[in-house]
């Protein structure tokens, strides 16, 4: 099986430090923690990929604060290739409430960028970078 094409995804923060992550149950990211977000339709543009995957994943409305960056993910997961170029934006929520996608997430949690779980392999850079270059005061 193979998974390719344009992705985005959301970094959603909250005070004190803290964002939201999503425990996926479908492959060929199952029980690893992420960052909600998906595949662009046609024509979609990143931004609101990332809009739509984050209020189809959690159940939120999301504004986006600014793109932390774009990224070449590739490699082999569960037997699963995958060949996706990323875009990750920092989001904050602005209304709907924290409902998981019942299909394709499995748990939905808020943690501490201090005491983050272990992360799907590809958004371990992303989550980096924002805390580098966007959370830092």
């Known amino acids: 099986m193979k998974y390719s094409g344009k992705t985005a995804t959301a970094i959603i923060t909250y005070p004190e430090n803290k964002i939201l992550l999503i425990k996926r ?17 046609l024509e979609e543009s990143a931004e609101q990929t ?5 209020k189809e994943e959690t159940g939120l409305d999301v504004a986006i604060v600014r793109k932390v960056g774009e990224y070449h993910e590739q490699g082999v997961q569960a037997g699963v290739e ?23 997430i499995a748990e939905i949690k808020l943690f501490s960028l201090s005491a983050l779980p272990e ?5 371990i850079q992303m989550v ?8 830092r005061k």
Do not use: I
């Not at 149950?25 to 339709?41: K, N």
């Not at 990332?50 to 984050?54: G, K, M, N, P, V």
């Open 25 to 41: 149950s479908t492959l060929p990211f199952v029980g690893y923690w992420a960052l909600p977000g998906g595949r662009s339709e």
């Open 50 to 54: 990332a809009l739509r995957e984050t």
């Open 119 to 123: 992360l799907a392999f590809e958004h």
């Open 82 to 104: 995958y060949n996706y170029y990323a875009t990750c934006f920092l989001t904050k929520p602005v209304g709907g409430e924290v409902k998981k996608q019942e299909t394709e």
């Open 128 to 135: 980096k970078d924002c805390v580098a270059t966007v959370m």
